[in-house]
């Protein structure tokens, strides 16, 4: 029973969770980003501020989800993802190869994104202010995203905790029923006890009564000799 209440504390806890998070982002920001050990090309990021504990989480699932949208083969490596010779439709019509980061640092998550039309041919504002516009917009809508994720992930742990908390009670209640019967059972086994110290004292009266007769038998042979 103290497992069950517990798990209800925390399902209701999971509850609030849901609405009590918040998610804001500074403004996207054009800058060289560092995509290979010793190289850097002109990118965009956004960085999330007040995120919960399964933010980044969250947003690696948006990112994928995304690029599964867009029917884009990509490379997957500790939350970066790579994708080369590729048309990313929301992005331009044209082949690209697509780099997305994703790190988190001190409760704060920054989200890059570089895209090359050609050999170190990066998107910059100047040059291509469509796709530069594209991608700052897909940034600022990965925040709608991760919030929306995070509840995804919110209403999956509500629900393994409603099923942790059935399964518990499915168990109070066989466990219930298994002691009914129990109970029954002993009442039975007491009832036929008490009719066998019954049966068993009276059984010793007679037994009783029997060695006093077979006594004084005894007695009054005794007194023939």
Same mark, same amino acid.
């Given at each position: ?20 998070? !918040? ?16 190289? !850097? ?5 956004? *960085? ?7 933010? +980044? ?29 590729? @048309?990313? =439709? ?19 998550? $920054?989200? *890059?994104?570089? *895209? $090359? ?7 910059? !504002? ?18 709608? +995203?991760? +919030?929306?994720? *995070? @509840? ?5 742990? @509500? ?45 010793? =009266? ?20």
């Amino acid at each position: 029973m103290k497992k069950t209440n517990t798990l209800f504390f925390v399902f209701l806890i999971t509850i609030f969770s849901v609405f009590t998070f !918040s998610v804001s982002a500074q403004n996207v920001s054009e800058k060289a980003i560092k995509i290979e050990k010793k190289k !850097s090309l002109n990118g965009f990021e956004i *960085q999330f501020d007040a995120m919960s504990e399964d933010a +980044e989480e969250a947003l690696e699932i948006a990112i994928e989800k995304w690029l599964d949208s867009q029917k884009i083969k990509y490379k997957e490596k500790r939350g970066n993802y790579h994708a080369e010779e590729v @048309i990313v =439709k929301q992005f331009s019509d044209k082949t690209s190869d697509l780099h997305i980061f994703v790190e988190e640092k001190k409760g704060r998550i $920054t989200l *890059q994104a570089v *895209q $090359t039309l050609g050999y170190d041919l990066a998107v910059n !504002s100047k040059d291509h202010s469509q796709e530069a516009q594209n991608i700052r917009s897909w940034l600022e809508n990965m925040v709608k +995203e991760v +919030e929306l994720e *995070q @509840i995804n992930l919110q209403i999956a742990a @509500i629900q393994e905790n409603l099923r942790k908390i059935e399964k518990d009670l499915d168990k109070n209640l066989k466990n219930d029923a298994d002691w009914k019967n129990d109970i029954e059972d002993y009442k039975k086994k007491i009832a036929e006890a008490e009719k066998d110290i019954e049966k068993n004292a009276a059984e010793q =009266k007679e037994n009783e009564q029997k060695r006093e007769e077979l006594k004084k038998k005894i007695t009054e042979l005794e007194k023939m000799k």
